[in-house]
């Protein structure tokens, strides 16, 4: 036993043995804190292993910075970088506590939304074991006092402190291709901080965070307002006056938009085994109080979710790469729907989730947005088996938000974001009695049991407006917010559209999403008018009365007369109701342009549309 | 379609609504507006004492989710407990 301790000191007492051993103190600490001070959402092994093994290329790089130094300089120099990364770690664990997200540059910088609330009441929040961050600095620091350990004063070769970042590099790299493996597009999409963190750790989020704020900040400091004047010309030109005939008909009425997670158009009136899959939503659909829109389509990119809600709540687009609401939402300047209806027409506003906030930076983008309140899962109580996949099944989430829904004031804009119906589409057996569908795509076939679920969820919802008689006063507003089956099932699609194969032309259709404006008084129908999610606040702000003119949004009110009916996609196909430009047959005809010095006339481009 | 997106890009790219002043339009404060559980419910209940239009406010304060009917199994025979801190 003696001599087993004697061999420990020994080791110890080697600059590389010292290192290991803080190396080791450090990730345990990291891991601890992982577990018990953030809520990460860790699921399966493969994120449990990331977890543990994300907290060793970081302490690897950092301290082993040290081993570059000789002597006394290099033990002292590794407890300082675990004493700064520690007092960062502290810093976002009390950060954390308050606003459920992680630290970032623009909160450091003073920009970001939340600085002002920084600091408020630090003492009420931070709690005696957070200290526990610099527990094994301290002990270190004693071990060396007392000569535990004892300083190890022959110089370390450079060539091993560079193997030791060498292998930080590697690891880290193992590290990013599990973690893609597991999420894929993790960086380039931006989902949620506690992504990040839960795959790749803190430091790497820090760095991470850092890159792509520099980036922003500096096309953003290049920015003046003459760079306006472009995009209000083009805005004046785009401009559609509103209808007449429906100008105000919902003013000073609640509105409710509910977001149909993942659901297409065709899901409207089809039927499996002679069962319709949406009952609720088809009659909502078919109703003469509704406005329902059968050539809308979802425009979102990489940013999904996030990119409709942004499109919805402002009328600009999504970026061409990752989300916007995740890249811009905390530190740029938004004219969105809260704001407006709060400024014109004195609405309250809300938004409900029944996931954690940070997702799609949501906490922070819905304060530029100008949301007053964002109801998310830390608002709903605790149920045993009330989570699926990405949070709270439909049907407790829609009740739950009925606790705080009869609490606003009135007219309220209110925003409730559903999220069962969402790949991969799971959902267990006490909650569905519907039949898969039967194309022989696993991925494909419970998309309709999902649905069904969700249609069930919206009938309960609207029981619920009619026995309170809160509906009678308030607008409905539902929308699909992006495919739920991607052109990549492409033999399942056929399938489920009853054909051989599918043509670009289909997959341009399958882009189609529902969208209907319900609610007493409103002379509704069937439009055809071609439009997209771009296109829903100027139409809104058509039917609440409110002239938007002025305003910087780039889509059009689908109620106007003068509508172009274009509807852009963010990886530049587009449709018009006479003509399609599907992304296939531009690849193509720009790989074949290359070969050809031969001009090509533009109709080549275009795919003329079939009847429907 | 292209100038479309693109100027779209570049006004998020450059946050250039920051340069437009819309009339009438106030930009957004974000400062003091917190999501937080506690601040949250606090802010909602002094909103309703300034001004009191809600849909409780409405009917003598009763609270609505009892009319709430739903068929999730998860919910049979649990009674709801909503966090306040």
């Known amino acids: 036993m003696k001599s087993a301790w004697q061999k420990i000191r020994n080791g110890l007492n080697t600059k590389i ?145 560079a193997t030791i970042s ?44 850092g890159i792509k704020t520099t980036r922003t900040s500096v096309v953003r400091s290049k920015a003046d307002n003459q760079d306006m004047k472009p995009i209000e010309r083009f805005i004046k030109k785009n401009y559609a006056q509103p209808n007449q005939a429906y100008y105000g008909k919902i003013k000073g009425k609640n509105i409710i938009v509910l977001h149909l997670e993942s659901f297409q158009q065709f899901l409207i009136d089809y039927k499996v085994n002679g069962q319709e899959v949406t009952p609720t939503i088809n009659k909502l659909y078919h109703d003469q109080n509704t406005l329902a829109y059968s050539n809308f389509f979802n425009q979102v990119g990489q940013g999904k979710t996030s990119d409709a809600e942004l499109m919805l709540e402002t009328s600009l687009y999504g970026l061409p790469e990752g989300s916007a609401m995740s890249t811009y939402g905390t530190s740029n300047t938004f004219q969105a729907a809260p704001a407006l209806l709060k400024q014109k027409l004195g609405y309250s506003s809300a938004s409900f989730h029944g996931d954690v906030p940070s997702f799609w930076n949501r906490d922070n983008a819905y304060k530029s947005f100008g949301y007053q309140y964002f109801f998310s899962k830390e608002y709903f109580p605790e149920v045993k088996d009330s989570d699926m996949g990405y949070g709270t099944k439909d049907k407790l989430f829609l009740k739950y938000s ?38 022989g795509d696993k991925t494909v ?25 809160m509906r009678k006063n308030t607008v409905l ?16 699609i056929a399938k489920i559209l009853g054909k051989k194969s599918v043509t670009n032309y289909d997959l341009a259709m399958w882009q189609k999403v529902p969208f209907m404006i ?95 | 379609m292209t100038t479309e997106l693109g100027l779209s890009d570049k006004l998020l790219n450059g946050d250039l609504l920051r340069f437009y002043h819309l009339p009438g339009f106030e930009k957004v404060q974000k400062k003091g507006v917190s999501y937080n559980l506690k601040k949250g419910l606090k802010a909602l209940k002094q909103q309703q004492k300034d001004h009191p239009t809600s849909w409780r406010d409405q009917n003598d304060h009763r609270n609505s989710i009892d009319d709430y009917e739903t068929d999730a199994p998860e919910l049979n025979g649990v009674t709801l407990k909503f966090p306040t801190k």
């Not at chain 1, 993790?186 to 790749?200: A, E, G, S």
């Not at chain 1, 606790?403 to 006490?430: C, E, G, M, R, S």
């Not at chain 1, 507003?477 to 399942?492: P, R, T």
């Open chain 1, 17 to 161: 043995g010292f290192f290991v051993f803080t190396v080791v103190l450090f990730a345990l600490k990291m891991y601890w804190a992982y577990q018990t001070k953030f809520n990460l959402g860790v699921k399966g092994p493969v994120q449990e292993f990331l977890l543990a093994f994300n907290t060793l290329p970081a302490a690897l790089l950092f301290l082993g910075v040290a081993l570059y130094f000789r002597g006394r300089l290099s033990y002292w120099l590794m407890l300082l970088v675990n004493a700064i990364v520690s007092t960062w770690l502290l810093a976002n664990i009390l950060y954390y506590r308050e606003f459920s997200d992680f630290l970032t540059l623009n909160v450091i910088k003073g920009s970001g939304s939340a600085s002002g609330n920084l600091g408020t009441s630090l003492s009420q929040i931070i709690q005696p074991t957070d200290f526990c961050v610099y527990l094994d600095v301290v002990f270190v620091i004693l071990l060396l006092a007392f000569k535990v350990i004892r300083f190890d004063m022959r110089p370390f070769k450079r060539r091993y402190a």
């Open chain 1, 166 to 209: 060498a292998l930080s590099l590697l690891l880290f790299g193992v590290n990013l291709g599990m973690a893609e493996g597991d999420r894929s597009q993790l960086l380039t999409r931006t989902f949620d901080n506690n992504y990040i963190v839960k795959y790749l750790g803190l430091e790497a989020y820090t760095i991470y965070d």
């Open chain 1, 402 to 439: 009925a606790k705080y829904l009869d609490q606003l004031p009135q007219p309220f804009y209110a925003k409730l974001i559903t999220v069962t119906n969402h790949y991969p589409y799971l959902i267990d057996k006490k909650n569905t009695d519907f039949p898969e569908l039967t194309t």
């Open chain 1, 445 to 469: 076939d419970p998309y309709v049991q999902t649905a069904h679920y969700l249609d069930q969820s919206v009938q309960e919802l609207l029981n619920y407006l009619d026995k309170t008689g």
């Open chain 1, 477 to 492: 507003v539902l929308y699909g917010d992006h495919y739920g089956i991607s052109e990549n099932h492409k033999d399942a």
């Open chain 1, 518 to 612: 319900n609610g007493e008084g409103i002379d509704g129908g069937i439009k055809d008018t071609y439009g997209g999610e771009i296109d829903v606040l100027p139409t809104l702000e058509d039917l609440l009365g409110i002239s938007s003119d002025k305003y910087i949004q780039f889509g059009q009110d689908l109620l106007s007369a003068q509508n172009n009916q274009i509807v852009p996609f963010r990886n530049g196909d587009w449709v018009t109701p006479q003509y399609t430009k599907p992304a296939v047959i531009t690849l193509i005809l720009r790989r074949v342009s290359k070969l050809s010095t031969q001009p090509r006339p533009n109709n080549e481009l275009l795919i003329k549309r079939k009847p429907m």
